[in-house]
């Protein structure tokens, strides 16, 4: 069969299996004109499922043309790219993005994987990508079915036409821009953000499974504390990411968490089911830690680590301020969410390309 006419067919039934796209989220300059090259060979097996997972040896160029091959998977073909070209294919993915969430309303779930790829930073391990963290690992097969992370098979599924469209783009930078556009989309804060970020190559730069905070752990402050300390985080970023659970809803037969609908879920939009957080569960906003708080309408999750907040005394400051003040809970959001996205990454170029001023 001709490599076009395979390409087609792949297309239609990346098409044909796109699942319901919600999902909960577990937790939680000056454009450089040199060309750089990175690293990146994949493969994205024919669904259902879909994973994505390495070819053979050597690398190749940051800048690819992805092709059909008679496997039925994708190789990477080397097309060299400069910072100028990148941004340009940034700038159309992001717009690609934002046309996505119009139609099929999947800001929660791409939030959270830019999150649980980010998530698995280790700041005690200098070395890359050994550190973990946001070098897009999670498309390979080995760790994308950890427990934690089921469900964003279909997190995959979405993003993968884009990046076909856009092949010089690393995983690990599609993965983080969807989630800031998804947060910004939604009505929440401009995160600051910069890309260049390199992929891990090959499913042994996976790390161990349990990296990522459980939501029934015995004593949820303590554990939070331990998953984010480990990253770097204080309590006030624990808390202020917290809040992104103001987006999106728990589904049992995913999570173990959550009822399987509720009033304001069993209609959708998207695929109906699950148990949100707040109301409007895709508005970004503060209601979260209003809700919490309230603890008045039983339609509404409260997770062990999410009452933690206004549990322990350390987290309840911050939790009692982003209650009652939403313009200090965004600035604090925008920061925490940048340095996540950024944990572990190695940028080429070193300093990052930015696509906005900073606000």
């Given at each position: 069969?001709?490599?076009?006419?395979?390409?087609?067919?792949?297309?239609?039934?990346?098409?044909?299996?796109?699942?319901?796209?919600?999902?909960?989220?577990?937790?939680?300059?000056?454009?450089?004109?040199?060309?750089?090259?990175?690293?990146?060979?994949?493969?994205?097996?024919?669904?259902?499922?879909?994973?994505?997972?390495?070819?053979?040896?050597?690398?190749?160029?940051?800048?690819?043309?992805?092709?059909?091959?008679?496997?039925?998977?994708?190789?990477?073909?080397?097309?060299?790219?400069?910072?100028?070209?990148?941004?340009?294919?940034?700038?159309?993915?992001?717009?690609?993005?934002?046309?996505?969430?119009?139609?099929?309303?999947?800001?929660?779930?791409?939030?959270?994987?830019?999150?649980?790829?980010?998530?698995?930073?280790?700041?005690?391990?200098?070395?890359?990508?050994?550190?973990?963290?946001?070098?897009?690992?999670?498309?390979?097969?080995?760790?994308?079915?950890?427990?934690?992370?089921?469900?964003?098979?279909?997190?995959?599924?979405?993003?993968?036409?884009?990046?076909?469209?856009?092949?010089?783009?690393?995983?690990?930078?599609?993965?983080?821009?969807?989630?800031?556009?998804?947060?910004?989309?939604?009505?929440?804060?401009?995160?600051?953000?910069?890309?260049?970020?390199l992929d891990a190559s090959s499913?042994?730069?996976?790390?161990?499974?349990?990296?990522?905070?459980?939501?029934?752990?015995?004593?949820?402050?303590?554990?939070?504390?331990?998953?984010?300390?480990?990253?770097?985080?204080?309590?006030?970023?624990?808390?202020?990411?917290?809040?992104?659970?103001?987006?999106?809803?728990?589904?049992?037969?995913?999570?173990?968490?959550?009822?399987?609908?509720?009033?304001?879920?069993?209609?959708?939009?998207?695929?109906?089911?699950?148990?949100?957080?707040?109301?409007?569960?895709?508005?970004?906003?503060?209601?979260?830690?209003?809700?919490?708080?309230?603890?008045r309408d039983e339609d509404l999750?409260?997770?062990?680590?999410?009452?933690?907040?206004?549990?322990?005394?350390?987290?309840?400051?911050?939790?009692?301020?982003?209650?009652?003040?939403?313009?200090?809970?965004?600035?604090?959001?925008?920061?925490?969410?940048?340095?996540?996205?950024?944990?572990?990454?190695?940028?080429?170029?070193?300093?990052g390309i930015v696509l906005d001023?900073?606000?």
């Amino acid at each position: 069969m001709a490599e076009a006419a395979v390409a087609s067919q792949l297309s239609l039934m990346l098409k044909a299996s796109l699942a319901d796209s919600s999902s909960h989220s577990l937790f939680a300059s000056t454009n450089s004109i040199a060309c750089s090259s990175r690293s990146q060979w994949h493969r994205l097996s024919q669904p259902p499922p879909l994973f994505v997972s390495s070819l053979l040896p050597p690398p190749l160029d940051r800048g690819s043309v992805v092709n059909a091959s008679t496997s039925g998977g994708f190789n990477s073909v080397a097309s060299p790219k400069c910072a100028a070209s990148y941004t340009d294919q940034l700038r159309g993915a992001r717009e690609d993005i934002r046309e996505l969430l119009k139609s099929k309303y999947c800001h929660p779930i791409l939030v959270r994987l830019g999150w649980h790829d980010a998530g698995t930073y280790n700041k005690n391990v200098k070395e890359w990508p050994q550190r973990s963290g946001a070098n897009g690992s999670l498309r390979f097969e080995a760790e994308l079915k950890y427990k934690s992370n089921t469900g964003l098979v279909n997190a995959l599924k979405l993003i993968q036409p884009i990046k076909e469209k856009y092949p010089s783009l690393s995983y690990a930078d599609l993965f983080q821009l969807a989630s800031a556009t998804a947060i910004e989309e939604a009505g929440g804060p401009k995160i600051p953000m910069k890309y260049g970020r390199l992929d891990a190559s090959s499913p042994d730069h996976c790390p161990e499974e349990g990296r990522l905070p459980a939501a029934g752990a015995s004593s949820p402050a303590d554990h939070l504390r331990k998953v984010f300390y480990r990253m770097g985080f204080n309590d006030k970023e624990i808390v202020a990411l917290s809040g992104a659970h103001t987006l999106g809803r728990a589904r049992p037969e995913r999570s173990s968490w959550g009822k399987p609908e509720t009033k304001y879920t069993k209609n959708g939009p998207g695929a109906p089911g699950g148990q949100s957080w707040t109301v409007q569960w895709l508005k970004f906003d503060n209601s979260y830690f209003k809700d919490i708080k309230a603890k008045r309408d039983e339609d509404l999750l409260v997770l062990p680590t999410d009452a933690a907040l206004f549990e322990d005394p350390s987290f309840k400051v911050y939790a009692e301020k982003y209650t009652e003040d939403e313009e200090t809970f965004f600035k604090d959001f925008a920061e925490a969410h940048t340095k996540l996205s950024n944990l572990g990454a190695k940028f080429d170029p070193p300093e990052g390309i930015v696509l906005d001023a900073a606000p």
